[in-house]
């Protein structure tokens, strides 16, 4: 049996439609609100609640035979930024009560982490980094990602521990899905500008112009996760993995944007403590490990991206 939480965040949406395909394992969603219309009819149970609450989710494992979990419930960097106290108890005592509750051995643990984890300056920001360089996070969502991936190891490894997991994460870049606009975080910029010119709205961006992260579109992400989770994990040399497929500028997507829509505007009003995050994250990720580990390789890049998946399939979803 399969637990998602956050099912209602992006990933988990996209991730529930995905493995539900497989139809070999049945999927227990949980989130703080019901399941969305489009994916309810996918889960065999829900649970409604926060993941704070150290006894609902107790009750959760003992209620079912969860074997692989996929932890997704978080708050993003914009948000965790503005509430960092609330950030911290829902990033990492979530992470941690999901971790308490295991019950059986060998739990196969997904959780996505961030590049939020990484702090360059503009010295260093076009170096392609390894996983373990700059690892010093200058923000409170990248600080409980960072631990967490930790936490994730030590109860792997750890043999004073009844339940040990089998813990993956990928640490992911900015995500850009057709179906959807994240809430709350700081690579939002792109798939708002996105969405606003495809609905033929202006878009006023929060960073500069020159500004640049690494990004992965929803298909490739979702593929990404499901492709570690089924890798054998005698292949694996890490536990946490960092993946992307392109890394534009703003002023790049907005001259990709106007290719389609000649009359989308794109002004801008800088926010200085979302464009500190922006330009302390790397713009590219040397991604070897992923690639000789478990074959990683994104079907999407910039110009197929756009062509192929974000506007005709942005377009249908406005047009329904
Ligand atoms: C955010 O901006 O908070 C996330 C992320 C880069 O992890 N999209």
């Given at each position: 049996m399969i637990l998602i939480t956050g099912i209602n965040g992006e990933l988990g949406s996209a991730l529930t439609k995905k493995l539900s395909q497989f139809k070999s394992e049945k999927i227990i969603g949980f989130d703080?609100?019901?399941?969305n219309e489009n994916i309810k009819d996918l889960l065999y149970k829900t649970y409604k609640g926060d993941i704070r609450d150290s006894e609902l989710i107790k009750k959760i494992f003992a209620e079912n035979k969860i074997d692989?979990?996929?932890?997704?419930?978080a708050i993003l960097s914009t948000e965790a930024e503005k509430k960092p106290y609330l950030a911290h108890s829902v990033n990492v005592d979530g992470f941690f009560n999901i971790i308490n509750s295991i019950?059986?051995?060998n739990v196969k643990f997904f959780f996505p982490s961030s590049i939020a984890v990484y702090h360059l300056n503009c010295n260093n920001k076009n170096i392609k980094i390894?996983?373990?360089?700059?690892?010093?996070?200058?923000?409170i969502y990248g600080c409980n990602k960072l631990y967490c991936e930790k936490l994730g190891s030590y109860f792997q490894n750890s043999?004073?521990?009844?339940f040990n997991i089998d813990f993956r994460s990928i640490r992911l870049s900015g995500i850009i899905s057709a179906h959807s606009l994240p809430q709350?975080?700081?690579?939002d910029y792109a798939p708002e500008m996105i969405h606003n010119a495809i609905q033929k709205k202006d878009y006023t961006c929060?960073?500069?112009?020159d500004s640049c992260i690494p990004f992965i579109v929803m298909p490739d992400a979702v593929n990404a996760v499901i492709k570690l989770m089924h890798t054998?994990?005698?292949?694996?040399?890490?536990d946490v993995y960092h993946i992307q497929s392109f890394s534009p500028t703003v002023d790049q997507i907005y001259e990709k944007l106007i290719l389609y829509f000649p009359k989308f505007k794109l002004n801008y009003k800088v926010d200085k403590n979302r464009q500190k995050m922006v330009d302390s994250w790397?713009?590219?990720?040397?991604?070897q490990k992923a690639i000789n580990d478990w074959d990683w390789k994104p079907e999407f890049n910039f110009d197929n991206a756009f062509e192929k998946y974000l506007i005709p399939k942005i377009s249908e979803y406005y047009n329904k």
């Open positions: 703080l609100s019901k399941p692989t979990i996929y932890h997704l419930a019950n059986v051995k390894t996983e373990n360089d700059f690892c010093n996070p200058n923000n043999h004073d521990t009844e709350g975080g700081t690579s929060f960073v500069r112009k054998n994990k005698a292949n694996l040399t890490t790397p713009s590219q990720l040397n991604q």
